[in-house]
T-cell receptor, first 111, second 117 residues
Framework: GENVEQHPSTLSVQEGDSAVIKCTYSDSASNYFPWYKQELGKRPQLIIDIRSNVGEKKDQRIAVTLNKTAKHFSLHITETQPEDSAVYFCAAYNAGNMLTFGGGTRLMVKP | NAGVMQNPRHLVRRRGQEARLRCSPMKGHSHVYWYRQLPEEGLKFMVYLQKENIIDESGMPKERFSAEFPKEGPSILRIQQVVRGDSAAYFC???????????????FGEGSWLTVV
């Protein structure tokens, strides 16, 4: 089955700095990679996703890149704000029509 | 269009009791997934269902746990004879069809927090 590794597990940045979270996956057939943001006590919410036919996607301060050859994808948040503080999960879709999640990254943005 | 609806939001059970968690997918969605999240941990896949069918239950513990998605009504995750280690948030998610189709994705409900005392 699919295996998704996510790094770092915690990330602390100063407000206004950029944050980068990286994930690797094992199943070369995976072709859909969403990112979720989860605030304490709440559900994971989709913030951006990318499919294997594109290498990069951007939505305001958030961007995701995908390297299919290396089987890794990354989340980039620019101009971080305190409200960006949360746990972020990457995921990869496998042939069983399920999402396998990374272990999560706790992002702390210090004002 | 209401989102994925889960209930109860919070459930307290004594050891040995049964817990039943319900999930109504988004309108038009026929695929349901259950994930478990232990405190301070990630999301672990449990089971994937379509109407009246269990497609993949490879993440479900072999004993005490079962899931169904009947033709009518919500999906049910049932935990029998609960133990303290079952205390977790249980998230249901749904998608309209196979994720390989462009534009489709998976949406989560608000979760059901189970506490076993």
């Amino acid at each position: 089955g699919e295996n998704v590794e996510q790094h770092p597990s915690t990330l602390s940045v100063q407000e206004g700095d950029s944050a980068v979270i990286k994930c690797t996956y094992s199943d070369s057939a995976s072709n859909y990679f969403p990112w979720y943001k989860q605030e304490l006590g709440k559900r994971p919410q989709l913030i951006i996703d990318i499919r294997s036919n594109v290498g990069e996607k951007k939505d305001q301060r958030i961007a995701v890149t995908l390297n299919k050859t290396a089987k890794h994808f990354s989340l980039h948040i620019t101009e971080t704000q305190p409200e960006d503080s949360a746990v972020y999960f990457c995921a990869a879709y496998n042939a069983g029509n399920m999402l396998t999640f990374g272990g999560g990254t706790r992002l702390m943005v210090k004002p | 269009n209401a989102g994925v609806m889960q209930n109860p939001r919070h459930l307290v059970r004594r050891r040995g009791q049964e817990a039943r968690l319900r999930c109504s997918p988004m309108k038009g969605h026929s695929h349901v997934y259950w994930y478990r999240q232990l405190p301070e941990e990630g999301l672990k896949f449990m089971v994937y269902l379509q109407k009246e069918n269990i497609i993949d239950e490879s993440g479900m513990p072999k004993e005490r746990f079962s899931a169904e998605f009947p033709k009518e009504g919500p999906s049910i995750l049932r935990i029998q004879q609960v133990v303290r280690g079952d205390s977790a948030a249980y998230f249901c998610a749904s998608s309209p069809t196979l994720l390989t189709r462009g534009g489709n994705t998976i949406y989560f409900g608000e979760g059901s927090w189970l506490t076993v005392v």
